[in-house]
């Protein structure tokens, strides 16, 4: 306290008094005051300066956190006996998943995250359906992409009525119904320009004969839809009720403007999923150590332990 006092006299009171003593001829005095508030000035700049480095560093550290989560929650699915799903992908997928769930697009009575990886041929599986909560692949099987998005391998996308392509981007599931495929799904395309007129272009999720074994065999290549991320008929109730009503499906290609430009990919993620589901994973403000114990020690013996804060 004696050494705050001490600073607050010498360079605010000392100026003070000296301003304001008659002596002191008024352009000394300007010339002061000029000094002082060259002073003020540089004191502001080097705090802001701070500041700016404090909140780069309070970012770099949120971008680690964020990439740390993601990284061991890939490592803990089991990819055995399944085609593993690339890290980028799922990544991406876990980006947008966690900001459609900070903004209440999703389900809370389940954390489902559907991918559907475009990016690979249609005569293997790429399609996944997690379940975030239970760190577990809940299916791995076939999906068929648009007519007219390509043969074995998508190459064309579009939201466009009529053009039996696939749309990129982030859904979230609705009802279900009936319909020329049988047991089907609605899907709700989030990402606009890209996917938001799939209510109007029919797309949903439903059984296919084509999505098969034998076709593939038959055809060298899966079959097609007019659009829809069609599944095994086998497999289709299952999936469908697994999925069905709140949660989210994320269908991915490399396309450059999507990447770049996709709204829920790109948004700074807000917060992490509820830690009750994943407190074990990466530590965090209430579970991370608070101290830790340093051990002095002279001739072989502790001479003293201390408990120091955790940086």
Partial sequence: MGDYCWQVYLFIVVPLQLINQTTYLTIK????????MCFGIYVLIALSYKIVLATEANATNEAARIENY???LYKQLDFTNRERLSYVVFNKAMRGYMNLKNAGKLTNEKEILTICDFNQPSTIDRMWVIDLAEREILFNTYVAHGQATGEDCAMAFSNKINSHQSSLGF???TDTY???????LHVEGLDQGFNDAAFKRDIVVHGAEYVSDKYICENQRLGRSW??????VELSAPIINTIKEGTCLFIYYPEPRYLGTSYWLNKRISSLPDYSLYGDM???EINRPRFRTIQYISNGKVDSVKRVPVQ
Avoid: N, W
Wanted: with cysteine; net charge neutral.
């Fill in 70 to 72: 993601i990284a061991t």
């Fill in 29 to 36: 005095q300007m010339q002061f005051r000029k000094l002082l």
């Fill in 227 to 232: 659009g829809c991320p069609a599944v095994p």
């Fill in 171 to 173: 859904y979230v599931t």
């Fill in 178 to 184: 009936e319909g020329d495929h049988g047991y089907s």
């Fill in 282 to 284: 990466i530590p965090t």
